[in-house]
């Protein structure tokens, strides 16, 4: 069972509910939506300080899916499973791990499976790497005004109708709540090794990233991380038969070492307790623009480049988080500002304004009452 600690948030709440099943939930929907009262769905609620807050004139009720925590279904022969929203990704990990199997995706111990999607962030860590889009399969839904409803399927190969699972995914709980999700499994590596370069300067760094992209079996996970002032480690997770990874590590120059936890995405130094100052930019850019980014940094800037191109950067103070926006722009990536002050946080580069479009059309037609807020 997970903790019933409340999640903590910034902005205002009107109250904050857990419900203990998906009747309960359909109730707590139906009665905000009857009332016309505003809900923020979360799971763990470990983003509600890295996403969009709600306007300054709303005060939601937080409905946490938490509890709503069980592993549904297991198919180790299908690769397939089920889970409830709330089920956080270390219980997962350890249910598969039982069967040698796993979820791909970054871990993150006490967040919930239905956060991981909703949120969006996961974009895969290297190349080749499985995507959150196509990792879900389908799922059990609830709207805001109460009505359930089911998308996709549970199995691998399907045709079933319109794939609503899949705008779910990056959906920041402002379309509809999942209650169910069915999500494709891969088999455990038969072995994993992590690497860590030395300290140094942006290109020869960038030179091992790439040449890491490259590799005949690139690493699950690759990160470039530092400043241009004390320079960058290329560090990650080499999976698959050991003796692959030990002729990657034979090719690469690199010192195999245990495999480490994923370091912290949101670049907060690891000092507990410590506040978060100034502010963090997430985005994408063409690995083939890479060099672009560290090269526009200021030296005490460090970012944390992905083996994909996913990027968080951070940054001293609004003015040059602003001015980063605008020149990652010139670069044709896209960053979101995650964190910061309420007013801040969601500035973006500028949207497709077809996929702008689409986004109001969705919400109007999934939550005509915007109770999700
Ligand atoms: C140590 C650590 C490392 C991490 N590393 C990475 C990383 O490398 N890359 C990365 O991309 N992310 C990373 N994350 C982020 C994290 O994996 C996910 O975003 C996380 O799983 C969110 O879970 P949560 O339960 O805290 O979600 P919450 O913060 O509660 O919610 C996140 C979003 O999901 C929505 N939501 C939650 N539940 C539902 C539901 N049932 N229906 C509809 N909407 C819902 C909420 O409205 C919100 O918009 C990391 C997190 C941690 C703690």
Redesign the pocket.
Known sequence: MNPTTE?SVDFPVAASVRPESTDALVDVLREHAAGARPV?????????RA?PAPSADTAPTLVS?AALDRLLRLDPDDLTCSVE?GLR?ADLATALREHRLCLPC?P??A??V???F??G??LPEAPGALGARHLLLGLSGVLGEGLRFKSGARVVKSVAGFDLQKVFVG???RLF??TELHLKLRPLPAAVVGFESPREAADPALRRWRALRRASQPPASLHLEGDPCQGFVVRGVLAGPQRVLDRVCREHGLEPKAAEP?P??TLDRDVPGEQVRGERLLGAVRPSRADELLQGLSPDERIRLDGAGGFAIATANPGRTDQLLQWIVELDAVAEIAIASTDRRGRCTPTDPTAGLLETALRKALDPHQVLR
């Open positions: 999640p923020r769905l979360c799971g763990a609620g470990s983003q509600l996403l899916s929203p990704l970054p993150a111990g967040t919930t239905g956060g991981l909703a949120a962030r996961s959906s920041r709980g709540a999942a994923t912290a995405w």
